[in-house]
């Protein structure tokens, strides 16, 4: 599933958990990423191809701020891959039969205007936002 880039294009980001084996039974067994190392305290995934690093850390009660796009309320800190249209649509699938409950749920964005893409956000199970979107016309990714 994920695939891996240059070395040049890979980019690492790291984020707080709760527990270690629920987050390798989510980001490995639903969303179906390549565990890499671990240690006691942390854990990391090939995360479509980049490395994303899991450390377990009490977060208490975090209220993240969220903005409005396309009349949703997204959250603003987030994280998540653009995948192409089969593997999203393919995901989307597997997230509704698994119980996902969405933050938003897969949709199209911007339908008819430039940057149209379909996009979804739920959240890991320690409250990690994710989102996952796809373009039709990849070369819209950057359109302004």
Sequence with gaps: MPTAPTAKS???????????????????DLLGCTQGREAD???????????????VKDMGDIVEPT?????KQVPVRHFGAILDWNTWTEMSERLKSAGTEFVIEPYIR??????????????DPSGNALEFKSFKDMSQVFAS
């Design 10 to 28: 890979i980019f690492h980001l790291a984020a707080p958990v709760r527990d270690k084996e629920e987050t390798r039974t989510f980001y490995r």
């Design 110 to 123: 911007f339908k008819g205007e430039i940057g149209e893409q379909a996009t979804m956000f739920f959240m």
């Design 67 to 71: 903005n409005a796009v396309d009349g």
């Design 41 to 55: 305290t942390w854990i990391d995934f090939d995360f479509f191809g980049h490395q994303v690093s899991f450390h």
